[in-house]
C-alpha cells in the first residue's frame, strides 16, 4: 500500500485554541451584518423613492399602470422609472425577510456577546 493512513486520534491532532476577538471587531462584524441586512431589506422602498424624486425632479409623470416618456438630458428614462417604481412592490417579500433575518441576527449576537464575555471572565 502506498499510503499509510492512521485514524485521527493517534495523529495526536490538536485544535489550536481559538484567538479572542476584541470586542471592537466583534461589534464591527455584528454591526456590518446589520447594515447588510437593512440595505437588502430597504432597497426596494429606496428604488421605488428614488423613480419617484427623480421623476418629479424632470416634471415627468410616474404610476404604475402604464410607461410614460420622461426625457432627461436627452435620453428617455421613463421605462427605467417606471420598472424602478414598480420595484417598490417587492417590499411585500423584503420587509418580512428582513423582519425574520434581523430577529436571527439579534439571535446570533446576543449569543455571541455572551460567548465573547463568558471567554473574557474565563481569561481574567
Known amino acids: 500500500m502506498p499510503f499509510h493512513f492512521r485514524p485521527v486520534a493517534q495523529q495526536g491532532s490538536r485544535k489550536a485554541p481559538r484567538q479572542m476577538l476584541t470586542l471592537r471587531a466583534l461589534l464591527f462584524r455584528h454591526m456590518l451584518l446589520l447594515a ?3 440595505l437588502i431589506t430597504f432597497l426596494p422602498l429606496i ?5 419617484g424624486y427623480i421623476a418629479g425632479l424632470a416634471g415627468c409623470h410616474l404610476d404604475e399602470a402604464s410607461v410614460h416618456a420622461c426625457y432627461i438630458l436627452g435620453r ?7 420598472e424602478l417604481g414598480v420595484l417598490g412592490w417587492f417590499m411585500l417579500i423584503t420587509f418580512p425577510a428582513g ?3 434581523l430577529l436571527c ?3 446570533f449576537f446576543a449569543r455571541n456577546l455572551v460567548g465573547y464575555l463568558q471567554q473574557r471572565n474565563a481569561a481574567e
Open 36 to 38: 447588510g441586512i437593512a
Open 47 to 51: 428604488s421605488a423613492l428614488g423613480a
Open 76 to 82: 428617455d428614462v421613463g421605462p427605467l422609472l417606471s
Open 99 to 101: 423582519a425574520l433575518l
Open 105 to 107: 441576527w439579534l439571535l
